[in-house]
């Protein structure tokens, strides 16, 4: 059992409305806020859509190496047979790559970056750890799409993440455009949580990560805040960083187009957020999903 009260209830058998969340969406207070690489218009606005889209953050030559050794794993078939990499329903192309910070040294460098390191750190006011890490792929023509969902609302109920006090970084690293599926999120949508309707099953990742059924808000809701907010989809080459927010709802179209589409993503969760045990009453996931063994303050590595 936790010790800490369940601020946001979901996975239930009775549908509750959406409220507005509690905490903060910038954490730092005063000069702690100022003292940072994100100007105010900046933080203004992360606060009020839940996101920030950075053009060309990386330059396209920084992209190479991590660009070779994206198309090495997708050579790799002893990669295709860990728990951490998922394949698409019913095909052997990859879908995800969990804990790639872990399997890639290079990558894991790249969470150290003091240009991300600075601005996660700005945001959440305080130091911070890496509580999941993916590639997202999604090859041309058969690359599937991802429910609308809010992170936190899954983070909280099956990994037990207390607060909202992380967010996600995703780096662009083929080029995402109109047609190739990018990432769609709601702005605004952040300052509500929707609670979802549905018992959560054990071992539930298996499926939710080829196909989320359970933690997806329902279309009243949804429609409710896409008509507030409307839907954005950040689009950019290779090098473009998006930063939003962990209960910023989300998620993307099959790609139609001939053009692979993959997207890197670091979540980054403040050290005073530690997971306890999974508000929905299950086992926690596996650490490859929801990092339970070390939350030692990220140091950055140039």
Not at 17 to 25: A, H, I, L, N
Not at 231 to 247: H, M, R, S, Y
């Amino acid at each position: 059992m936790n010790d800490i009260q369940d601020l946001f209830p979901t996975r239930l058998e009775r549908k509750l409305g959406m409220f507005e969340r509690f905490d903060p969406v910038v954490h730092s207070e005063g000069a702690q806020r100022s003292n940072g690489p994100l100007n105010e218009d900046q933080l203004h606005e992360y606060e009020q859509k839940g996101f920030l889209s950075f053009e060309n953050f990386f330059e396209k030559e920084e992209m190479e190496a991590f660009l070779q050794e994206l198309s090495d794993y997708e050579e790799d078939e002893d990669l295709k047979l860990s728990e951490g990499t998922v394949l698409e329903p019913g095909r052997q192309e990859i879908r995800s790559i969990f804990g790639i910070h872990e399997v890639s040294g290079r990558f894991s460098q790249l969470t150290r970056d003091p240009r991300l390191l600075e601005m996660v750190q700005q945001l959440l006011g305080s130091d911070v750890y890496i509580h999941q890490s993916r590639i997202n792929y999604k090859p041309g023509f058969t690359g599937k799409g991802f429910n609308w969902h809010s992170d936190f609302e899954t983070w909280h109920s099956e990994d037990g993440m207390p607060r909202m006090r992380s967010l996600s970084c995703s780096i662009i690293l083929t080029d995402n455009g109109e047609f190739n599926g990018p990432l769609m999120l709601v702005p605004g949508s952040h300052r509500y949580f929707v609670p979802c309707v549905g018992r959560t099953p054990e071992n539930n990742y298996k499926e939710s990560l080829k196909s989320q059924e359970v933690g997806v808000p329902d279309k009243v809701s949804l429609r409710t805040l896409m008509l507030e907010g409307d839907i954005e989809a950040p689009k950019g080459d290779a090098g473009t960083l998006l930063l939003f927010e962990c209960n910023t709802l989300h998620g993307s179209n099959m790609n139609m187009s001939c053009w692979p589409r993959s997207n890197l993503f670091f979540v980054y969760n403040s050290v005073e957020n530690g997971l306890v045990n999974p508000f929905c009453g299950n086992r926690p996931r596996p650490d490859f999903l929801a990092n339970r063994k070390d939350w030692s303050p990220l140091t950055p590595v140039t």
